[in-house]
């Protein structure tokens, strides 16, 4: 079950280096702007806001990420510590998105999925073990 944990907490970490892109490299690009919702003036207006809450999403999937390799390489308790943290803290602000702005459920519903499933599946292999 850890390993199923870990598969879907990477997943979870590339989705998050895929928002890190968008937020901090593309963010007035048409095509990232379509993806929020923005016009050009919002996007504009907004890119250092961007620019740092993409830094953000991308330090979460580092943690996961070298919490992967860091279990990989036989430290358990370390990585498996990595990487709950990384991934809760990304279900934790995909919790904040939904319970802030119910426009952008789906957004947070997508931010949030894979590393809870990846947290739970971690924690009954945990427990499990």
Not at 49 to 56: D, E, L
Not at 83 to 101: E, I, P, Q
Not at 106 to 125: D, E, K, N, Y
């Amino acid at each position: 079950m850890i390993v199923a944990g870990l598969v879907l907490t990477g997943l979870a970490a590339l989705l998050h280096v895929y928002i890190f892109v968008m937020e901090s490299v593309t963010w007035t690009s048409a095509r990232t702007r379509a993806t929020f919702g923005l016009t050009a003036e919002q996007a504009e207006a907004t890119k250092e806001m961007a620019f740092n809450q993409g830094f953000y999403n991308l330090f979460l999937a580092v943690a996961v990420l070298v919490g992967i390799v860091t279990t990989a390489l036989g430290q358990e308790a370390v990585g498996l510590t990595l990487v709950l943290v990384g991934a809760g803290s990304m279900v934790l602000a995909g919790l904040v998105l939904l319970l802030s702005s119910r426009s952008k459920a789906r957004a947070a519903l997508t931010q949030l999925t894979l590393p809870l499933l990846g947290v739970l599946a971690v924690v009954i292999g945990l427990l499990a073990g």
